[in-house]
């Protein structure tokens, strides 16, 4: 589904990515894990499109096509969803009226029919019943004055309409308490635990993948890939330290 | 009806100082249109002003008590000018919304002057410019707090969204007050759309001028909050809007 070859990026002049490369097929899950500084949330920003983030070299390819041509929402509408470590606040938009018009336009992007008003709706009360998130949240601007939580669970609520095929999420468990992070971790397995779908979760720590389990977990330090393993290799930086293992 | 002085103003005159005179000088002299509200009454009046070159100037006496709810589009004119004098008797209340969409060359203000000559009255003003191309957004905002008239408190919002360098918003909110226990607020800004919300939105698979349009939209509403005709002025500043992207 994805695959990642030799990327390198840099972000006003500093080389952050140097030579990452990774391949991500359907139906897994992977974990990326990693020092601050490594280039974790650079690694999410590059796959995104973020303004500023300029790739040196290496490519991307997502379903047979050139990731990095693409404008962001032509990712969206591929099916990339990005999950932000510090969502943003949109003072004045609902939630509702970002999302509908956010799906319709990747609908659209599609050749597919956009969903009316109560159908949106419906859709919309299924996946934030998903994540317990009150329906009056959403009605709400799109994460003004929520809780660093309550950003997480309204993140996992846009995941579960724009149904991605892969996901992207940069410490989505930051910020959690446990019982919101176990939340958006069964919020996880059931949005994306699918033989079509994958997620890279990018995370400082074991404690969300006791709730989503990855099937590969990788090391990321001074901007590229230094060790992969099975879920057993994020016990070992658990219990060593990420120095001692990479 | 009387006429606000039967000369031409200059650029010396603080009032007229960003106005566009060669326009202005097409419709003047400018009518004041005298507005009184007796002990408790309550107004409320949307200005959405047409035609190339406009000048409007209200002058709005409100008792004691009185309620008055003034919301403004300035928009697609060449020249558009409001200007609201006010005066405010014991506990009386106005507010005024006025959003300012323009493009190209156009000159757009807003002027006004609130007078709390009465103790407890309440002023709130917002006002929001969206500017592109090289036209010019103009808020000349002045309140006076009378010796006496305690407790008052007023506020002024101002912001603009410049979406190119080359247009000019001008923002000058002003106090006087001659009388204690009074709150006074005033904010201003200029300032550019936020790229993080922008990437945000376009991440979520919004097209850049989709995105733009929504968060403009949002900018925009800020001054019709409350207003009895907030759908319908929400719509008229989205059609601005798309005129102007």
């Known amino acids: 589904m994805l695959q990642i070859d030799n990327l390198q990026a840099e972000v006003v002049g500093k080389p952050i ?17 990693g020092p601050n500084g490594a280039g974790k949330s650079t690694t999410g920003y590059v796959l995104g499109g973020r303004p500023g983030y300029e790739v040196t070299g290496g490519s991307v390819s997502f379903d047979g096509q050139d990731l990095l041509a693409m404008a962001p929402h032509e990712r969206a ?11 943003v606040e949109i003072p004045g938009v609902s939630n509702v009226q970002f999302l ?3 799906l319709n336009a990747q609908r659209r992007a599609r050749g597919v029919e956009p969903l009316s008003g109560g159908e949106f709706l419906k859709l919309a009360r299924e996946k934030a019943g998903l994540l317990r998130m009150d ?14 939580g309550e950003k ?24 959690l308490d446990i019982d919101a992070l176990r939340i958006c971790g069964e919020g996880i397995n059931a949005i994306m635990r699918r033989p079509d779908k994958a997620v890279i979760l990018i995370t400082h720590y074991q404690r969300l993948l006791d709730y989503v389990k990855p099937d590969k977990v990788h090391v990321l330090a001074g901007g590229r890939i230094v060790r992969s393993g099975g879920p057993e290799l994020a016990h070992e930086l658990e219990r060593e330290g990420y120095e001692a293992v990479a | ?14 009032d007229f100082r960003y106005a566009d005179l060669g326009a202005l000088a097409r419709v003047w002299p400018v009518p004041v249109e005298e507005i009184a509200l007796g002990p408790g009454e309550s107004r409320a009046l949307v ?23 003034l919301r403004v589009l300035n928009a697609g004119h060449a020249y558009g000018r409001v200007a609201i004098d006010v005066r405010l008797g014991q506990g009386a209340d106005f507010t ?25 009255a309440t002023s709130r003003q917002v006002v929001r410019s969206v500017l592109s191309g090289q036209a010019t957004g103009t808020y000349l905002g002045k309140v006076t707090v009378e010796r006496g008239a305690d407790g008052t408190d007023g506020e002024q919002s101002v912001r603009a969204m410049l979406l190119d360098r080359t247009a000019t918003a001008n923002a000058r909110p002003e106090l006087e007050i001659y009388a204690d226990d009074v709150k006074c607020a005033h904010g201003c800004a200029v300032g550019e759309l936020d790229a993080q919300g922008l990437f945000y939105l376009q991440s979520r698979g919004l097209p850049p001028a989709e995105a733009k349009r929504l968060m403009l939209q949002a900018f925009l509403a800020e001054a019709f909050v409350g207003a009895d005709a907030e759908e319908q002025l929400n719509q008229a500043a989205l059609a601005a809007l798309e005129a102007l992207l």
Do not use: W
């Not at chain 1, 329906?135 to 660093?148: A, E, H, I, T, Y």
């Not at chain 2, 009806?1 to 603080?14: H, I, N, Q, V, Y």
């Open chain 1, 17 to 33: 990515l140097k030579g990452l490369s990774l391949t991500v097929n359907a139906g897994e899950i992977h974990a990326i894990m």
């Open chain 1, 77 to 87: 509408a591929a099916g990339l969803f990005l999950g932000f470590q510090y969502p």
């Open chain 1, 100 to 102: 509908r018009e956010a």
């Open chain 1, 135 to 148: 329906m009056d949240m959403l009605k709400r601007p799109v994460n003004v004055g929520f809780s660093g």
């Open chain 1, 152 to 175: 997480k669970r309204a993140e996992m609520v846009q995941m579960g309409i724009l149904d991605p095929k892969l996901a992207i999420l940069d410490e989505t468990d930051s910020g």
């Open chain 2, 1 to 14: 009806m009387s006429l606000a002085g039967a000369l031409l103003p200059s650029r010396k005159d603080e």
């Open chain 2, 47 to 69: 200005l959405v002003p047409e035609g190339d070159a406009v000048a409007r100037h209200l002058a709005i006496t409100l008792g004691p008590g009185a309620r008055f709810d």
């Open chain 2, 96 to 120: 005024c919304g006025a959003a300012q969409v323009g493009g190209g060359k156009q000159v757009l203000e807003v002027v006004t002057n609130v007078v709390h000559a009465g103790s407890d």
